[in-house]
Structures are given as C-alpha cells and as structure tokens.
C-alpha cells in the first residue's frame, strides 16, 4: 500500500475521466506521479480497469458500431474512421489507449477507490493501491458497475437462467430458451431484438413504452431532454433513466423486432416460480432465463462518507459541482451521461476547480 497526493484526483479512466485528465494538463496541471515543484498544481488518475476503455470494455459481444448511440470524440484527439460491423468492446477501447498514448494522462491501474472522506480542508481517497491526499476530486466513475437488480417474490427459487445485462455475453447463452426480458430501455430493445432471433421472448415493462415518432434531433428534442436533466440535478431530484427523459425511437432493431412479432410488451409479472413468472392476471408463463435489462444508476458509494445526498436521494449540482462542497465535481452523471457531455463537462469541472483553487489560494 502506498500514499500520495495531488492537487485534484479524478476517480474512473473512461470517456468523462479522459477528458478531466486532458483540460487538467491544459491548464497547467503537471502528472503527481512524476517529479515537480512543490508550488506546481498536480492531478492522477484512478481507474478500477486494467486496461484504457473503461465500460465499454465490457459491452456485449454483438453490439456493434452501427448500433451504438454514437461516440464522440475525445478532446484533442479526433477518432479514426471506425469500422461498423466491429464490437463496441474492441473499436473504443482501442481509440482510448491511441488517447493515452498520445497524451500521457498520469493513469494508476487497476485501482478500485473504496471512499473519499474529508480532513480538514483535504479530501482523503482510500483505495486498493493506498491513500491520496487531495484538494478536490473530479468524480467519472459513471454507472456501469452499478446494475440495477430488481427483486421480486420467489426470485431466488428460479430454477434457470438469471442474467442481467451487466453479464450478457451473447445470444449464445439463451439460444432454444423461453427467455423473460424485463427493461423499457434502449439495451433492453437491442437485446430483445438479438435473442428473439433465437429464442422465444417475453418483453415486460413497468410502464407501457413510448415511442417518437417524430424522430430524434439533437439540435432540437435533444436540448429540451438535456435541459430536464438540468433542471433534476439543480434541484436535487434523482434523475432518472435515459429513457425516461427520451422516450424510445424507432431504431433499426427495433423495426426488425416488431416485424418479427417481438414487441409486445406484458405488464410486469407479480412473482417468480421455479419454471416461470406469475402475470398480473394470474395466469403463469413457463420461462428457462429472466434477462434483467434493468439499467444502471450511478456508481457513487465511495463518496457516501461526505454526505453529498439530500432526503430525496438526489445529489444537487451547480453545474458539475456538488452544491454543498466546492471540492466535488461529478461529471458523466446526470446531464453529462453522454459521450459529448462528458467531453463538456470535464471541460467545465477543470474550469471550475480551477477558479475555486485560485479564490483559496488568494484568501491564505
């Protein structure tokens, strides 16, 4: 185990952390991990991974480029022509050490932060490799290690398959199955549609799913959607799923799964038996898997100890900062769960420590 400190600790090696990492290097942050002044201003990365690409590392066999909501570009470095038909898990994390590369983030990995709590004025991160000391800390952990596991009654009496979409691997698994797939969400489609080609599916949802049918416009629909997703984090609401905001759009994959008989959505089953799930009339399905489709919420336990939640559960932001401690920023959540939004909002996290380092140190 060791010790360190730097001036700012960014927490999670993905997209929002590789971007944190760049601004702070252009705003004069120099690598703690290396030799430098005692009045130089230093930054480190923290990534629980072993290896660049952070979540998408871990992406289902299947889901291709084609199919991916779109990757935008790391700052300072455009991303080459990506192949289609190549997984997600291969083409991003590739692009993501050419960034490391090209730029030399000061990255320690593979290192799991276990909490942040504060000293004083300092802010003390325990994690698997030791203790760092810091002034603030730029929070990217985002939600991938953090499934959303929904219990129902006799849930733990199911004699086959459980999986959520945390451990899909592929189609494979639950080929010839009678497959329950639970989740109204972009996954929970690209999966229906994938396994339904092999496998009979069952599709339940909470709520009856919504479908634009007016398209998707980023300059247009997706600025109000982002604006709700503001309006939430300024005012301490927990936000909610991405589909929540969006509602679904009629994608490829979810053409083909309608036109294959795929899309008919259940209500969501009262209860779970050995060889089925009860429905809300009563009636029992025979089901071998339950593909728990369920989401993500974001990863942030490890900062429980600085009480950053409200009564509500919500943690309020000004921007990308927590409201009650300017020495929290948390970027790739809320409003900045995109991939553009993680560029943006490292940007503004580093902008904003930046003013509220120099107003500290001119108060000494």
């Keep these: 185990m060791t010790e360190g400190s730097a001036t700012v600790v960014v927490i999670g090696g993905g997209q929002s952390g590789l971007s944190a990492a760049y601004h702070l290097r252009r705003r004069g942050f120099v690598s703690a991990l290396a030799p430098h002044r005692e009045d130089q201003r230093t930054y480190v990365v923290l990534d629980a991974e072993p290896a660049p690409g952070g979540a998408w590392r871990h992406r289902w066999e299947s889901l291709r480029m084609a199919t991916v909501n779109g990757i935008f570009d790391l700052p300072g470095l455009p991303k080459p022509p990506l192949d289609p038909r190549e997984p997600s898990r291969t083409a991003v994390p590739r692009y993501f050490a050419e960034f490391e590369r090209a730029f030399e983030p000061p990255i320690l990995r593979p290192v799991r932060v276990t909490s942040v709590h504060s000293e004083g004025a300092e802010l003390v991160v325990e994690s698997s490799a030791g203790r760092w000391t810091s002034r603030a800390i730029i929070n990217a952990t985002g939600t991938w290690t953090n499934p959303v596991r929904p219990h129902y009654p006799g849930q733990e009496s199911f004699a086959g398959i459980q999986l959520h979409t ?40 909470r709520r009856e799913p919504v479908f634009r049918e ?16 503001v309006e939430d984090v300024e005012a301490g609401r927990p936000t909610g799923s991405v589909v929540s905001y969006t509602d679904l759009a009629w994608t490829p994959y979810a053409v083909a799964a309608r036109d294959r008989g795929a899309l008919v959505r259940r209500p969501m089953f009262t209860a779970i038996e050995p060889y089925g799930v009860r429905e809300s ?28 939640r409200n009564a509500a559960g919500g943690i309020r932001l000004i921007g990308t900062q927590v409201a009650g401690d300017p020495r929290v920023h948390l970027i790739g959540f809320g409003p900045s ?28």
């Design 337 to 364: 769960q995109s991939t553009v939004g993680s560029n943006r909002a490292g940007r503004d996290a580093v902008n904003a420590l930046v003013k509220h380092l120099d107003l500290v140190a001119a108060a000494r």
């Design 166 to 205: 945390y451990d899909y691997v592929s189609a494979e698994q639950l080929a010839g199955k009678r497959v329950a797939v639970v989740g109204g969400g972009i996954s929970a489609l690209q999966l229906l549609e994938e396994i339904s080609r092999s496998a009979k599916t069952f599709w339940y949802t």
């Design 281 to 308: 009339d009563g009636s029992f399905t025979s089901v071998d898997a339950i593909l728990w489709a369920t989401g993500f919420k974001a990863a942030l336990s490890h900062l429980d100890p600085l009480h950053l």
């Design 214 to 229: 007016d398209g998707f416009e980023p300059e247009g629909a997706g600025r109000e959607i982002i604006a709700k997703v």
